[in-house]
């Protein structure tokens, strides 16, 4: 830890993605302040939250973005769900704006889906396809499996995860928010290989 006042050397901007309900929040609140909670909200109002830690005795301050306001989806809503024309123009633009205001600048990105929900899991092409089409190419992506400690219910096994993060070149880990597992690794993966491309 960076005590407050020292001076910073990096700040990197890491995303979190995936469906609603996989667990981010609970993955940045593990993170961030090493807290965990079971009946968590959607998430309002935080944009981001800051940890600042020492990699290669440089400080780098990781700036992790979680979604805020209503939950964003990977696409825009589909064409028989809106029937105005102005309207839905403006929800094209509006998702525009805000899906390139989250990834613009991002250099990490920790992808969640949970081990327990199998779409959760194939929703996770089109994410990457969505962070593919807006975030510096040379973006750092960490597949992740988040609550692992549900063993017993899962239902996308950690071959056929492994296996897809190879063939799309992502980092990959199986995560626990609720029992610290990994999640530590998760972040500090991704920011220490960040770190070798940016420093
Ligand atoms: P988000 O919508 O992706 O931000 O998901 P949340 O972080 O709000 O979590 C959704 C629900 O899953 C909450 O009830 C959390 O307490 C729960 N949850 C999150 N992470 C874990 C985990 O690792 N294990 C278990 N068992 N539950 C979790
Ligand atoms: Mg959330």
């Known amino acids: 830890m960076v005590g407050a006042g020292e001076k910073v050397d990096y700040v990197f901007k890491v995303v979190l ?8 929040s609970q993955i940045l609140a593990r993170f961030a302040r090493n807290e965990f909670s079971l009946d968590s909200k959607a998430t309002i109002g935080v944009e981001f939250q800051t940890r600042t830690l020492v990699i290669d005795h440089k400080s780098v301050k ?62 996770i092409p089109r994410w990457l396809e969505e962070l593919r089409g807006h975030a510096d190419k040379n973006i750092v992506i960490m597949l992740v499996g988040n609550k692992n400690d549900l063993e017993e219910e899962r239902a996308v096994s950690t071959e056929d ?14 995560t626990s928010a609720l029992q610290a597992t990994n999640v530590e690794n998760a972040f500090q993966t991704v920011l220490s290989e960040i770190f070798k491309i940016h420093s």
């Open 62 to 123: 990781a700036q992790i973005w979680d979604t805020a306001g209503q939950e964003r989806q990977p696409l825009p809503p589909p064409d028989n769900v809106v029937s105005h024309p102005n309207l839905a123009i403006w929800l094209a633009r509006r998702y525009r704006a805000v899906t390139s205001a989250y990834y613009r600048g991002a250099l990490g990105a920790l992808l969640v889906y949970d081990i327990t929900k199998r779409q959760s899991f194939d929703h």
């Open 161 to 174: 995860a492994r296996e897809f993060a190879e063939k799309e070149n992502l980092f990959f880990l199986e």
């Open 17 to 24: 993605i995936g469906d609603s309900a996989v667990g981010k």
